[in-house]
């Protein structure tokens, strides 16, 4: 798994910074304090089988990554990963970065930590050896919550609006009084918006609409303790009852076996004709077909759609079509932001690792995040 904002942020760097906008407080203690990321409970070195590695294999591409991250793993060798050749180096490695797959895993029967470039994990923990191996996941939890949060209310506050309506007429320059077609101008004020997954993303997406005066309401699979501006937390088992009170519907759940196709059409039938779906979390949670019905049968007001299944959407697919739709291109988590906050996890995993202390957000691999 590779991710190009991480690489070109090693190229910006390694080419002294320019023009690159670095988040605030992008030191290890101010991304920790930031955004709230959690510490595992023992130090790492409790754990079986670890032992100071000797070798770090690291996703390739771009120069300047080694001296970035040396200082952080004294004494330990970081070896940048060679196209094609990734599982022959592996085969010496005791930790990865930036790199899950079988052919690695198969071949690195030493790797002992894994760490991801993405909060979502669901395509390494599921790979064969994982789990029965015991490795050490850990990923980007929370990082990218306030800019993906952002997206989510720039989409409801377009629908409320009537933005995609008025995208429309505008591409036919067509000076219009009044709502669009077919829609209704309202406010976020007062509405309740129900977010599936209280986690990080979740948590941040919660925080702006209470900020907007909108009642909040949530899921967990955990508990239902919550923070103050969330009104009330539920289980699994209540989301349909939840859905029939909401105003919009946010998908912010981690995709695992318990999460795949829980949008389904009882769900969409549950939901109010005047409210809408946004998903910004994984497309397999949602079966599309039922969704395309309830979007084209009027069961629910319009979807938000930051990622799809399948994903890319092919050019005929019935979503693009479909009323009342905005769909981007998995962008949720672009911004003018510096990637220096992701880094600095990068750098302060790998000197947790090498001495053997506190890991910073540890993958639960039975759950799946």
């Given at each position: 798994?590779?991710?190009?904002?991480?690489?070109?942020?090693?190229?910006?760097?390694?080419?002294?910074?320019?023009?690159?906008?670095?988040?605030?407080?992008?030191?290890?203690?101010?991304?920790?304090?930031?955004?709230?990321?959690?510490?595992?409970?023992?130090?790492?070195?409790?754990?079986?089988?670890?032992?100071?590695?000797?070798?770090?294999?690291?996703?390739?591409?771009?120069?300047?990554?080694?001296?970035?991250?040396?200082?952080?793993?004294?004494?330990?060798?970081?070896?940048?990963?060679?196209?094609?050749?990734?599982?022959?180096?592996?085969?010496?490695?005791?930790?990865?970065?930036?790199?899950?797959?079988?052919?690695?895993?198969?071949?690195?029967?030493?790797?002992?930590?894994?760490?991801?470039?993405?909060?979502?994990?669901?395509?390494?923990?599921?790979?064969?050896?994982?789990?029965?191996?015991?490795?050490?996941?850990?990923?980007?939890?929370?990082?990218?919550?306030?800019?993906?949060?952002?997206?989510?209310?720039?989409?409801?506050?377009?629908?409320?609006?009537?933005?995609?309506?008025?995208?429309?007429?505008?591409?036919?320059?067509?000076?219009?009084?009044?709502?669009?077609?077919?829609?209704?101008?309202?406010?976020?004020?007062?509405?309740?918006?129900?977010?599936?997954?209280?986690?990080?993303?979740?948590?941040?997406?919660?925080?702006?609409?209470?900020?907007?005066?909108?009642?909040?309401?949530?899921?967990?699979?955990?508990?239902?303790?919550?923070?103050?501006?969330?009104?009330?937390?539920?289980?699994?088992?209540?989301?349909?009852?939840?859905a029939s009170e909401a105003d919009f519907v946010v998908n912010a759940a981690p995709l695992t076996p318990q999460t795949t196709g829980i949008f389904d059409a009882a769900f969409f039938a549950k939901m109010k004709p005047t409210a809408y779906f946004i998903n910004i979390a994984r497309g397999r949670s949602v079966v599309?077909?039922?969704?395309?019905?309830?979007?084209?049968?009027?069961?629910?007001?319009?979807?938000?759609?930051?990622?799809?299944?399948?994903?890319?959407?092919?050019?005929?697919?019935?979503?693009?079509?479909?009323?009342?739709?905005?769909?981007?291109?998995?962008?949720?988590?672009?911004?003018?932001?510096?990637?220096?906050?992701?880094?600095?996890?990068?750098?302060?995993?790998?000197?947790?690792?090498?001495?053997?202390?506190?890991?910073?957000?540890?993958?639960?691999?039975?759950?799946?995040?």
């Open positions: 798994m590779k991710a190009n904002w991480v690489w070109a942020a090693v190229a910006t760097l390694a080419a002294g910074g320019a023009g690159a906008q670095q988040q605030p407080n992008a030191t290890a203690a101010g991304v920790i304090e930031h955004f709230g990321l959690e510490q595992a409970a023992t130090p790492v070195s409790e754990r079986p089988g670890w032992r100071k590695p000797k070798r770090v294999l690291v996703a390739g591409g771009f120069p300047g990554i080694v001296e970035m991250l040396q200082p952080s793993a004294p004494g330990v060798e970081i070896v940048v990963a060679e196209p094609g050749k990734e599982a022959a180096q592996a085969a010496k490695a005791d930790a990865v970065i930036g790199l899950c797959s079988p052919e690695i895993l198969a071949a690195g029967k030493s790797i002992r930590w894994i760490q991801l470039f993405t909060a979502g994990v669901e395509r390494c923990v599921s790979l064969p050896g994982v789990a029965e191996r015991d490795i050490l996941v850990t990923n980007m939890q929370r990082i990218g919550g306030p800019v993906i949060a952002e997206h989510v209310m720039a989409m409801a506050l377009g629908f409320v609006r009537g933005l995609d309506g008025y995208l429309a007429l505008q591409d036919r320059s067509e000076w219009r009084r009044g709502p669009p077609p077919g829609r209704r101008m309202s406010v976020v004020e007062g509405k309740t918006m129900l977010v599936v997954g209280l986690g990080g993303i979740g948590t941040e997406v919660a925080k702006r609409a209470h900020a907007l005066g909108m009642k909040v309401t949530a899921t967990r699979n955990s508990s239902r303790t919550g923070p103050e501006f969330v009104s009330y937390v539920g289980l699994p088992d209540e989301l349909q009852k939840l599309t077909s039922a969704l395309v019905d309830a979007l084209d049968s009027g069961k629910i007001a319009g979807a938000g759609l930051d990622v799809t299944d399948p994903e890319p959407l092919p050019p005929d697919h019935p979503l693009w079509k479909a009323p009342n739709v905005i769909i981007t291109p998995h962008v949720a988590n672009e911004s003018d932001l510096g990637t220096e906050s992701e880094l600095s996890v990068v750098r302060e995993n790998l000197r947790r690792y090498v001495a053997g202390e506190r890991m910073l957000s540890v993958v639960d691999v039975k759950r799946g995040y």
